[in-house]
């Protein structure tokens, strides 16, 4: 997506991808500063972890507490946080989100943004996750409107639901059970590969709009393009690269 957008652009850069452990990754931090790496896009599991190797940290992202963007400014690496925008970006495609009520699973970075991102689009939000503690930590976090675990959802009881775990990555599951899924409600999963995971197929099945993790990806890549280059992202380009690259 990346690289499609710099050609487009007309911009002489190249985004690679590197697979570092997370015992690994300040080492991985201080070598990208050190080849003068002007942008780092970063994923699960490091967007709260890598806060602790970076000399600032942007208020939204610090709010959030957690990062998915570093960029070189100066001898200075900054955190930013993309994903909020990337989730309300893709979500309002399909609806306005102030005054709806919206569910989001899981506690991680993910969970973080999209919770943030609906709160500040006006949504009455609840935070569900598998270990309910850390669900009641995000919500008391951030101001969320309740949180419990995944078995307090109950279709009928919200407009918007978000899985914002990795339940769905590269397997055929889904974190919730289908009687769960309300008919009338929008599904959007952070999962994008596969683009159509078993929650957004079961979410069909039972009569729910979907939205797969695809444009939640483009979106908060086109703010990160946006971010370090100041010009604005070719989204529909973007969204192309992606389907060239065998996301659907």
Known sequence: MHNAAFSALGIDAVYLAFDVPPERLGEAVSGARSLGIRQLAVSIPHKQAVMAHLEEVDPIARR???????????????????????AVRALERETKLAGLRAVVLGAGGAARAAVFGLLERGARVVVLNRTPERAHALAAALGA???????E??????????????????EDRSPIAPHALAPDCLVMDAVYEPERTRLLRDAQARGARTLSGKWWLVYQAAEQL??????????????EAFDRAGGS
């Open 64 to 86: 959030i507490g957690a990062v998915n963007t570093v960029t070189l400014r100066g001898e200075r690496l900054v955190g930013s946080n993309t994903d909020w925008l990337g």
């Open 145 to 151: 409107h309740g949180a419990g675990g995944f078995s």
């Open 153 to 170: 959802l109950r279709a009928g009881e919200y407009d918007v639901l978000i899985n914002a775990t990795s339940v769905g990555l590269h």
């Open 226 to 239: 946006q971010l370090w280059t100041g010009r604005e992202a070719p989204v529909e380009i973007m969204a």
